[in-house]
């Protein structure tokens, strides 16, 4: 019973999982805004910086991997990839968030050595959505990490947890 | 059950150590190698800033890594991954005998992968960084820097591929870890259980 318990554990997270980066691909890819001064009219969208790019094709990934994985039967042998494969995943979702926040961080507050100035003062509510996005991938990063170890326990023989 | 006998003997006998040994060897050198190259990476130059009537006005410009927090944060993360590789070595060379005891191994292997993510972040950030400082970025008006700052750029690409290699050897000193992990724990409950069911 214990176990059909941590099963069903086990797939509402991957679907929390899925969500998440379902949520972060879909805020970024909506982000779109346009604000006009003085007759020169600037659109800010998420194609703009390739940060923000590769952001949206991590989080794609991602979630066609987890809603894969969703339908894996339990006695497949495929369980030992998946641990490497989520490790994996991570990997790709901390480097996507970092990069985009990297970038972010640049629009938001300008670099003054660079002579690179904030752009976030034009485009609040583009800011705003790639804030959202972020945040939406960091809880998708934060679940695929409990995924990992839960993936890592299941693997490698519980044995070895019980051993003193 | 000889295979066993040298399992339960400690390590630095099997192939799996010594793999696992030499990739920790490069790993640990690549990260620190990127650390080392981007934290002394500083450019100074005197540009003619302006032109007042025939006088042009020098300033003179530094570029350096702390100006930007995406490379401090690369700095700072490959120092500690670098690190935590020579901790990793050390403890595997000095002390063979306690190599299955507990829980060394299971904690061994996840402090690998959450290295491999930190490195991974790091060496992503800062590569998006220096794309803009290479090309710009026309629809925020943001200038290139590289074409008045080309030797950091180029150091800073040094320590970029550094960095990359990093990430891939830690993740393959990762799966390296996670599979020592599931030969060790299989072994021990395949052996525990024939002691068992033979009294």
């Not at chain 1, 194609?47 to 339908?71: P, R």
């Not at chain 2, 990476?41 to 032109?51: P, Q, S």
């Amino acid at each position: 019973m214990a176990k059909l318990t941590k099963r069903i554990g086990a797939l509402v997270l991957r679907l929390a999982a899925f969500g998440a980066a379902l949520a972060a691909l879909i805020v970024m890819v909506t982000s779109r805004e346009r604000a006009s001064f003085f007759a020169v009219s600037l659109e800010a969208k998420y194609t703009d910086m390739a940060a923000f790019k590769y952001f949206v094709i991590a989080n794609a990934v991602v979630s066609v991997y987890s809603f894969l994985v969703l339908f894996l039967p339990k006695e497949s042998l495929l369980w030992k990839f998946v641990v490497v494969l989520d490790l994996l995943m991570t990997m790709l979702l901390t480097s996507s968030i970092s990069a985009a926040l990297a970038v972010a961080q640049v629009g938001k507050k300008g670099n003054a050595n660079a002579g690179w100035l904030p752009i976030c003062g034009q485009v609040p509510k583009f800011c705003d959505q790639v804030t959202g996005a972020l945040i939406a991938g960091f809880v998708a990063l934060v679940l695929y990490v409990l995924l990992l170890l839960y993936s890592l326990h299941s693997v490698v023989d519980p044995f070895l947890l019980q051993k003193s | 059950m000889p295979r066993e006998k040298i399992l339960f003997a400690g390590g630095g006998t099997t192939k799996s150590w010594k793999v696992l040994l030499a990739l920790r060897i490069l790993a640990f050198i690549a990260t620190l190698a990127a650390a080392i190259v981007m934290g002394l990476n500083k450019e100074t130059k005197t540009l003619v800033v302006a032109t007042i009537g025939t006088v042009p006005i020098k300033a003179t410009l530094t570029a350096k890594f702390q100006d930007t927090p995406a490379f401090v944060f690369f700095v700072i993360a490959n120092a500690m991954v670098s690190f935590h590789n020579l901790l990793m070595i050390a403890l595997q060379i000095f002390s063979r005998k306690l190599e299955y005891k507990g829980f060394r191994l299971l904690s061994v292997a996840i402090l690998d992968m959450l290295n491999a993510t930190l490195v991974s972040a790091a060496a992503n950030a800062a590569v998006f960084i220096a794309e803009l400082g290479k090309n710009g970025n026309k629809h925020a008006k943001w200038n290139k820097v590289c074409d008045r700052f080309s030797i950091y750029c180029d150091h800073g690409r040094g320590a970029l591929i550094a960095a990359f290699s990093g990430v891939i050897l830690m993740l393959l000193v990762s799966a390296v870890s996670i599979s020592r992990l599931s030969i060790y724990s299989n072994k021990s409950s395949t052996s525990t259980a024939a002691a068992v069911a033979s009294p």
